[in-house]
């Protein structure tokens, strides 16, 4: 299965250009823009359900605050996409059209670095990074776990959105940054600018993905999963979890920051309603349905349900989230274990 799932990512990779732009839009087999854009939103989910099955399926640690660390990443990317506008906005100013709108006269101190992308790109992971290593420290020290971890990670999610609402901050305020023209001085609305960003957040799926099995094959995912099993036992054995489930946490969140970075250039906007506890909530949910502790599954979950929810709010637009919350119920009660976990059960049966 995991060799299938990345021979149709590879697929995925060469076809969609191919398809797009090669193939007449007349004819069948042209993929559209939409289409491609979709799949390309669909991968940076991916990514994020792929980091929380490392921390919630082999660490046993549920976390429902992943969505800040998405956001994170991607308020650094929309920055520097931000200053490429230049004086192509509405007001034809050096500083984004918000600061201009709320009387802004110069650019805040921590925009000093926003038109170096490598300076940005460097924060796509610093700032995640730094973030779950203070949260991490203070609350696995204190050894909280269980519900309590989760209910406090959503504490951190609602109070950073909260903040990032504001427009004081320098982020946007409700509207957040949209409007992007450029990447490296190059106009994003080009085909092959598109193309570009959907091949390297492909990639860097295949590239997570594959460091992912890498890590829980390896001592350092043993050892994770014995916390998850038997945290107890493991201190007993001389182990210290402390180093072990913020080294992973820290991990999981900078994957999402990059997926969030990932995320922003192609669906064009960022706001504070991806910090939302409902965005962290369905994280979790992708990575349920597709299967926890088996990473093909959150990126089958994530391509599965979103596949879904888009294509019901097509065909059903008022009745959608119906139909979207009795698949949720029907996984639950009749897959516990997730699509690709009844899968590898029913495998081992049939081999029995």
């Known amino acids: 299965m995991r060799v299938g799932v990345l021979a149709a990512l590879l697929a995925v990779l060469v076809l969609a250009p191919l398809l797009n732009l090669a193939v007449p839009a007349t004819s069948a087999f042209h993929l559209s823009d939409y289409a491609v854009a979709l799949c390309a939103k669909i991968m940076c989910y991916a990514i994020c359900a792929l980091a929380m099955d490392l921390i919630w399926g082999y660490t046993g640690i549920l976390s429902l605050g992943h969505g800040v660390f998405f956001a994170l990443g991607g308020y650094s990317m929309g920055m520097y996409l931000m200053r490429q506008i230049g004086r192509d906005g509405n007001y034809q100013s050096d500083l984004p059209d918000f600061m201009v709108f709320l009387d802004w006269k110069k650019l805040p101190w921590h925009w000093g670095l926003s038109d170096s992308f490598v300076a940005q790109m460097a924060l796509v992971i610093l700032v995640p990074g730094l973030l779950a290593f203070v949260f991490g420290f203070f609350a696995f020290r204190s050894r909280i776990k269980g519900v309590y971890f989760s209910i406090i990670t959503q504490a951190m999610t609602y ?165 979207l919350g009795a698949l949720f119920i029907a996984v639950t009660l009749f897959l516990p274990q997730g699509i690709v976990g009844a899968l590898r059960g029913r495998k081992k049966e049939e081999r029995a």
């Open 159 to 323: 109070a950073t959105m909260l903040l990032f609402f504001r427009n004081e901050t320098g982020f946007g305020g409700n509207n957040g940054f949209t409007d992007f023209k450029r990447i490296l001085g190059i106009a994003i609305a080009r085909p092959s600018t598109r193309m570009t960003l959907f091949i390297i957040t492909g990639l860097t799926l295949i590239g997570f993905f594959l460091f992912a099995r890498w890590l829980v094959v390896s001592k350092f995912g043993r050892v994770l999963q014995a916390i998850r099993d038997a945290e107890s036992r493991v201190m007993f054995t001389g182990y210290d979890p402390l180093r072990y489930k913020l080294t992973i946490w820290v991990i999981s969140a900078v994957m999402c920051g990059i997926a969030g970075a990932l995320y922003v250039p192609q669906v064009g906007i960022i706001n504070p309603s991806e910090m939302s506890p409902a965005a962290s909530i369905e994280i979790a949910i992708w990575t349920a349905v597709g299967g926890r502790a088996t990473l093909v599954g959150p990126i089958v979950g994530a391509f599965f349900v979103n596949g879904a929810k888009s294509w019901f709010t097509q065909a059903f637009p008022e009745f959608w989230l119906y139909f």
